[in-house]
């Protein structure tokens, strides 16, 4: 992984399962730093670069990036 931000979303992203009270901030920082990949260079990090980067699904990617998921 190339960007230290993806990493740092990948790790997030993996925190958010482990505990309901703190899920929400890991979630809130993981989708903050999906969209910051995606604003600064949308060809770089289209939904199946994040999604690998992240290690979730592109599905997701698409629902953070379109407002479906906080």
Same mark, same amino acid.
Not at 30 to 50: G, I, K, M, T
């Given at each position: ?5 993806? #990493?740092?979303?990948? *790790? ?5 399962? /482990? @505990?309901? &009270? ?16 995606? #604003?600064?260079?949308? *060809? ?5 670069? /994040? @999604?690998? &980067? ?17």
């Amino acid at each position: 992984m190339s960007d230290p931000r993806a #990493a740092k979303a990948r *790790e997030h992203h993996r925190l958010s399962g /482990l @505990a309901i &009270a703190e899920g929400k901030q890991h979630r809130d920082t993981r989708n903050a730093l999906v969209r910051q990949l995606r #604003a600064e260079d949308p *060809e770089r990090w289209n939904n199946r670069a /994040l @999604a690998r &980067a992240v290690d979730c699904s592109p599905e997701l990617i698409s629902a953070i990036l379109t407002g479906r998921v906080e």
